[in-house]
């Protein structure tokens, strides 16, 4: 096996990453869906060393139920925050298969995903670091529906979980979660250092709370300078992502390769009538729809050297067939 490896699913609507080192496999967020299971059995995977969960919304947790009510998948670690403010029934449900995988298992429960997590060697399981970028400690204790120190009204997708993948002293890619406007100040407050390869950008291109959205993606993108921007997407769901988003994006990083996991109906009126020939093996959610634009994307880590060069020709060919690309309206 060619290790690590980052996979960033195209699990519809929602979030979710693998990362497969020499020692383990992380799991980060899940939306509903077999799109993970399957992903863990094309990759015989029945073990997962640390399950991260950025924050409580509906299409970051609802596959995370399915993997710890599996007693054929071993979970070594559990990572969450609290959040009082999500009284779902998906949350309620996942509070309870943490209580079934607890108690029936090994399985360790770490309330407490911040950047004082003492994660450094614990996270580790191989080459690649995961760093936790926010929210901080003080952030955290607030919580949703709280205030942070300056006193701006926090909810969920402020106090979301940033993480970011080092490999050789190098950010290769930053998973932004959900974090709004207030979570990205809070963020800045604690440090200036984003620069990554690769941005899974936040809450799936949609809108960042109540700051202007083209300001909010121009200074993300300067922060972080990616190479690779993705959009985590569901076809039809919300229209995303945003065009004012993509415009920020684009004026901040020109050059950078923007890819959505399925294809905007703004970038599309109808879908392929088959499949399309760029997409790898692995599972993807809207490969039986047709309605994959880049798909399930898979990373080869490589620190300084990490791209996603084998797949860029792929996607861009197929981009050249859609009748009104969004990533490219605001190219010079």
């Known amino acids: 096996m060619d290790l690590p490896e980052l996979i960033i699913l195209d699990i519809g609507h929602g979030n979710c990453a693998i990362v497969r080192d020499t020692e383990g496999v992380i799991v980060i967020d899940s939306a509903h869906g077999a799109t993970l299971i399957e992903t863990l059995a094309n990759l015989s995977i029945r073990e997962i060393s640390h399950i991260l969960i950025s924050h409580a919304d509906e299409d970051h947790i609802a596959g995370i139920i399915d993997i710890l009510l599996d007693r054929n998948i071993k979970v070594t670690n559990l990572y969450i925050n609290s959040d009082a ?19 029936r298992s090994e399985t360790r429960v770490v309330l407490g995903l911040t950047t004082e997590t003492e994660l450094t060697n614990q996270l580790k399981v191989g080459q690649v670091k995961v760093e936790i970028l926010a929210p901080t ?13 300056q006193g701006r009204r926090l909810n969920p997708n402020s106090t979301s979980a940033v993480i970011g993948l080092v490999h050789d002293s190098h950010r290769v890619a930053i998973l932004a979660a959900d974090i709004d406007q207030v979570g990205l100040n809070n963020l800045l407050e604690e440090r200036s250092d984003l620069r990554a390869d690769i941005l899974v950008f936040p809450h799936h291109g949609g809108r960042p709370g109540g700051a202007d959205s083209k ?38 990083v020109p050059t950078a390769h923007i890819l959505c996991t399925q294809l905007s109906s703004k970038c599309a009126d109808s879908v392929p009538d088959s499949e ?47 009748s009104h690309p969004l990533c490219r309206r605001f190219r010079v």
């Open 85 to 103: 403010q999500r009284d779902t029934r998906t949350w309620q449900a996942l509070r309870r298969a943490v209580r079934d995988v607890r108690q």
């Open 215 to 252: 300001a909010f993606a121009q200074q993300l993108c300067d922060l972080v300078q990616p190479n690779l921007v993705v959009f985590s997407i569901a076809r039809g769901r919300f229209a995303n992502p945003r065009q004012d988003i993509v415009e920020g994006v684009v004026t901040s």
């Open 137 to 149: 400690p003080e952030l955290a204790m607030s919580g949703a529906g709280g205030k942070d120190l």
């Open 276 to 322: 399309p020939a760029h997409l790898n093996a692995l599972p993807a959610r809207g490969r039986t729809s047709n309605s994959c634009c880049g798909g399930t994307v898979s990373i080869k880590i490589a620190g300084n050297k990490t791209t996603y060069a084998a797949g860029i020709a792929g996607h861009q060919q197929f981009i050249d067939r859609v």
